[in-house]
């Protein structure tokens, strides 16, 4: 195929768990010494969350989409044998199926307890983990960017859910993270903003009266960053499988790449009002879902990623085919909150307990975050 045009520079974050390795419950005792060892191992790349049991991982920054799967290959591995001379596990993962989030504790930083201070349970149970992507975005108003490629967010929340599974239930949905997250300030869909003054005048505005106490904290699931030149990609729920995170960074990259040549979104009223609607869909039925697009029609995620790859047909390539490729490929054959309930519907039919069945949705996730990077970046 012809050479694309070059792709911005991004970055990846994931966010992890730590389990009990016998009851594969979340840990609530962590070592002391379990922070100092990430850091004397992964330096900045590693990075402490809310909850005790919570930690992130931050890539340094990327050109290539090689380069991402390398980094999450290793640094999974990284984190998982720390955790495991700490007789902890890992998991990568929305929200864990069993758990109960009031018996977490919050982690020590003083910036923490503040969080959970002021927003009470809404924060005790926001025991939850997300991907999230920096996209590079110089030499343009970056809101307008975010404007034009917020209509696409659901379709990457669609792709990624991973939280069907809530306090030893099924929620129903299969993003339950974006619900609890919806409880916050300043979290789902982003302010209507027309432009990046606009922004950095609500931001002053909330600074300024102590309605926030960090830039940072206007949290929603497409933003510009308060702190690099990117904007930052907040929605997908946390992947199991590297493939899967690799596949939604690469997707977005290739949408925010379209966005910056797109026409201003005609109508911005009207299109938020379909995006809260397919943001819905989303969440609560994933890949399965009805999307409003252009010309007032109604389609299916299938028909709809077939229009994100004609949107970017500029920037396709070998590489970004095997991602749309990859993204079918998940809506064919189910994203990880159908493939959990996969696994859970066949242990109860090996007739297992529901508990017992539920600790089998944890192995199954486990197996699949020790999956290496596949095809997707050419591996």
């Known amino acids: 195929m012809p050479a694309r045009p070059a792709l911005p520079r991004f970055g990846i974050e994931e966010e992890f768990f730590l389990l009990d390795p016998t009851s594969l419950d979340l840990a609530r005792d962590v070592p002391l010494g379990f922070s100092h060892a990430c850091r004397g191992v992964l330096g900045e790349e590693v990075a402490e969350e809310i909850f005790q049991c919570q930690y992130e991982l931050v890539s340094p920054v990327l050109r290539q989409l090689d380069e991402a ?19 902890l596990e890992t998991l990568c993962v929305a929200a864990h199926p069993f758990t109960h989030a009031h018996r977490q504790p919050p982690a020590f930083r003083a910036r923490y307890q503040r969080l959970f201070d002021e927003a009470g ?37 669609a792709l990624s859910a991973s939280s069907p599974f809530w306090d030893e239930r099924d929620t129903g949905l299969v993003s339950y993270r974006q619900s609890l997250c919806g409880e916050w300030p300043r979290m789902g869909p982003p302010a209507q903003l027309t432009d990046e003054s606009h922004w950095r005048r609500y931001i002053a505005l909330l600074l300024q009266y102590g309605l926030m106490h960090e ?39 290739l949408l925010v790449s379209h966005a910056r040549e797109a026409h201003e979104p005609e109508e911005p009223n009207w299109q938020r009002a379909l995006l809260a609607e397919n943001f ?18 109604v389609v299916s995620a299938r028909d709809w990623l077939q229009r994100a790859e004609v949107a970017v047909e500029n920037w396709l390539d070998d590489e970004s085919q095997r991602l749309f490729a990859h993204a079918a490929r998940i809506i064919e054959e189910g994203n990880s909150a159908d493939r959990q309930r996969m696994a859970y519907q066949s242990a109860r039919g090996k007739g297992q307990t529901d508990a017992a069945a539920l600790v089998a949705v944890v192995h199954h996730l486990l197996a699949e975050n020790r999956l290496a990077a596949g095809a997707v970046a050419g591996g």
């Open 280 to 297: 819905w869909q989303a969440r609560r039925h994933g890949c399965a879902g009805h999307f409003l697009v252009e010309g007032d029609r």
């Open 121 to 157: 349970v809404v924060a005790r149970q926001s025991l939850l983990c997300g991907l999230h992507v920096h996209v590079e975005v110089r030499g343009i108003d970056r809101v307008r960017v975010m404007n034009r490629v917020l209509p696409w967010m659901p379709l990457l929340l």
């Open 69 to 87: 799967a390398a980094f999450l290959s290793d640094r999974r591995c990284r984190l998982r044998a720390i955790s495991r001379s700490h007789g």
């Open 215 to 253: 830039p940072g904290h206007a949290w929603w699931f497409l933003r510009p960053s308060a702190h690099y030149p990117t904007l930052e990609l907040r929605i997908p729920d946390a992947c199991p499988r590297i493939d899967d995170a690799l596949c939604i960074a690469g997707l977005f990259r």
